[in-house]
């Protein structure tokens, strides 16, 4: 396999991004790889806002995973910042490659660098095998997360 780069999310990778959101059981319910336009006036504002940090995983020039990683000023543990990891794929012919591991390194990393003093994630109750992923990597299902569709 060629390098791996892992840079700053472009309006071109939009359509590689929708598409792998797309390429899963929950992905294919959710989202329209069909219509950019919400995902492009999306974009747009995640580029106007200096906590989120939209990626991309290229490699031989092609878009094959992607996070967004958010930084989160807050008080509680004494005013720590902490990050949150959204929208992490794997494209499929990647998958089982580590690349899934780079990405969250990566995001760990950044982390840091940005003087975070927690990373967390949620990850879909049925998604089991990425449960297990994040374990691996020393995470710890210590919370349950709630949602309210609006």
Request: aromatic fraction near 4%.
């Amino acid at each position: 396999m060629g390098e791996l780069d892992i840079r700053p999310a472009t309006a071109e990778d939009i359509p590689a991004i929708v598409a792998m959101l797309a390429d899963d059981p929950l992905g294919a319910e959710r989202e329209s790889p069909g219509d950019l336009t919400p995902y492009t006036a999306a974009f747009e504002r995640l580029v106007g806002d200096p906590h989120q940090h939209l990626v991309v995983a290229v490699r031989e020039g092609r878009v094959v995973g992607t996070l967004q990683l958010t930084i989160i000023p807050g008080l509680s543990r004494q005013g720590a910042t902490r990050s949150l990891i959204e929208g992490v794929r794997v494209h499929a012919e990647e998958r089982g490659s580590g690349l899934g591991s780079r990405l969250i390194t990566w995001a760990i990393e950044e982390s840091r660098r940005r003087d975070c003093h927690l990373v967390q994630l949620t990850s879909d109750s049925t998604r089991t095998d990425a449960h297990r992923f994040y374990e691996r990597l020393g995470f710890s299902a210590t919370h349950i997360g709630f949602k309210l569709a609006l």
